[in-house]
């Protein structure tokens, strides 16, 4: 087959029927992968065309696969979607992060009156969020705000917690259970 030269020719067999279904599939295809990039939540997909869906972190998954329905129950009840728990200051420290979907529903976990736990549930060791003498908690505590990413930190003496560990976090009458730390 030859190129097309601007004349307008076509190939032979290159009718308009065929055309469009090449069109029509390139189309699907780039649709499909904006789908893909927006339910992912990526930037390279969709560019904010779509409403991203609620995403289940892995630090939500469960050996019985029921991350979804907690992930489900966080939002419905609290408000939140939480992104997850993972180690920062090479391990002394665990970082719990979460998205406020609902201010209303999400104000007892940004409550500075509540005071957060986090029980590791293999030993029972129970982290507190240390206090700084010129900082203060380790912890946001603000009004909470839809769309916006908050962060609690918890100490962790002796490394006891590491990744893969299980970990509940209790904030008031918040309670997310079995977290598996990043």
């Known amino acids: 087959?030859?190129?097309d030269t601007g004349t307008g020719a076509?190939?032979?067999?290159?009718g308009s029927a065929q055309l469009s279904r090449g069109t029509l599939l390139l189309r699907a295809t780039l649709l499909a992968g904006a789908?893909?990039?927006?339910?992912?939540?990526?930037?390279?997909?969709?560019a904010g065309a779509l409403a991203p869906a609620a995403t289940v972190p892995a630090s939500l998954a469960l050996a019985?696969?029921?991350?979804?329905?907690h992930a489900v129950y966080y939002q419905r009840n609290w408000g939140l979607d939480i992104v997850g728990v993972?180690?920062?200051a090479s391990g002394a420290m665990l970082e719990f992060r979460y998205r406020v979907l609902d201010p209303a529903k999400s104000r007892v976990v940004n409550d500075a009156r509540s005071v957060p736990i986090m029980i590791?549930?293999?030993?029972?060791?129970?982290?507190?969020?240390?206090?700084?003498?010129?900082?203060g908690a380790l912890r946001q505590a603000?009004?909470?705000r839809a769309g916006r990413t908050y962060w609690i930190?918890?100490?962790?003496p002796g490394h006891r917690v590491h990744p893969g560990s299980q970990v509940d976090v209790e904030i008031g009458a918040f309670r997310a259970e079995a977290l598996i730390v990043d």
């Open 64 to 69: 019985d696969g029921s991350h979804a329905l």
């Open 153 to 156: 930190v918890f100490g962790n």
């Open 1 to 3: 087959m030859k190129a």
């Open 86 to 88: 993972r180690t920062v």
């Open 35 to 46: 789908l893909t990039g927006a339910l992912a939540g990526t930037a390279a997909g969709a």
């Open 10 to 14: 076509r190939p032979p067999g290159a």
């Open 120 to 135: 590791d549930r293999d030993s029972g060791a129970r982290l507190q969020v240390p206090a700084l003498e010129n900082i």
């Open 142 to 144: 603000t009004a909470p």
